[in-house]
């Protein structure tokens, strides 16, 4: 069986994270999205909000778990299993970070691979940060984010 893990922040999910993680899903036999817990980051969402809105925002999707973890990625990826990391690339400039994370993981550990996803165009441009920001300034983030998280956003004001 081929266990993938796609992690990150996903302060919140968005619709281009849903798309990365759907066509993982494709690929692979079991896709794990895990929130990294970073202590020093204080974050938007709390973890286990981030969490839930995962799970209501994937719940159709049958080979597809939510989880989070603290510490290393690949000490994690380790523990459950996988033996791939999924990231996203938008553009060039998510490229000279995600390598260099990539390396380091696979110094760490040669076993486990990452392998890079793109969305497609319609949500290459999405970002958390982007749409906390248009939500903050009272922009309509509907088009942006699953559901789950709008409706969830929508209360919260
Ligand atoms: P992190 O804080 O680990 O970068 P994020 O939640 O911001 O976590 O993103 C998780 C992963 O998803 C990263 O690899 C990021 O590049 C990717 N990603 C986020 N948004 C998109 C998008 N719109 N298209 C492609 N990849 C994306």
Same mark, same amino acid.
């Given at each position: 069986?081929?266990?993938? &893990?796609?992690?990150? #922040? $996903?302060?919140?999910? %968005?619709?281009?994270?849903?798309?990365?993680?759907?066509?993982?899903?494709? +690929?692979?036999?079991?896709?794990?999205?895990?929130?990294?817990?970073?202590s020093?980051?204080?974050?938007?969402l709390?973890?286990?909000?981030?969490?839930?809105?995962?799970?209501e925002?994937?719940?159709?999707?049958?080979? &597809?778990?939510?989880? #989070? $973890?603290?510490?290393? %990625?690949?000490?994690y990826?380790?523990?459950?299993?996988a033996?791939?990391? +999924?990231?996203?690339?938008?553009?060039?400039?998510?490229?000279?970070?995600?390598?260099?994370?990539?390396?380091?993981?696979?110094?760490?550990?040669?076993?486990?691979?990452?392998?890079?996803?793109?969305?497609?165009?319609?949500?290459?441009?999405? #970002?958390?940060s982007?749409?906390?920001?248009?939500?903050?300034?009272?922009?309509?983030?509907?088009k942006?984010?699953p559901?789950?998280?709008?409706?969830?956003?929508m209360?919260k004001?």
């Open positions: 069986m081929k266990i993938a &893990v796609y992690p990150g #922040s $996903f302060d919140p999910i %968005t619709k281009g994270h849903l798309d990365i993680l759907k066509t993982g899903a494709e +690929i692979f036999d079991k896709v794990i999205i895990a929130v990294a817990r970073n020093e980051k204080k974050g938007f709390p973890v286990e909000e981030r969490v839930k809105l995962i799970r925002s994937v719940k159709d999707i049958e080979n &597809v778990e939510t989880d #989070s $973890f603290e510490g290393l %990625t690949i000490e990826a380790k523990k459950k299993g033996k791939v990391l +999924i990231r996203g690339l938008r553009a060039v400039s998510d490229f000279e970070y995600e390598l260099q994370l990539s390396q380091a993981n696979s110094a760490m550990c040669e076993d486990i691979k990452t392998v890079f996803l793109t969305t497609k165009p319609k949500y290459n441009f999405i #970002s958390s982007t749409i906390k920001e248009i939500y903050i300034n009272g922009g309509d983030i509907s942006f984010v559901d789950a998280v709008y409706n969830y956003l209360e004001k």
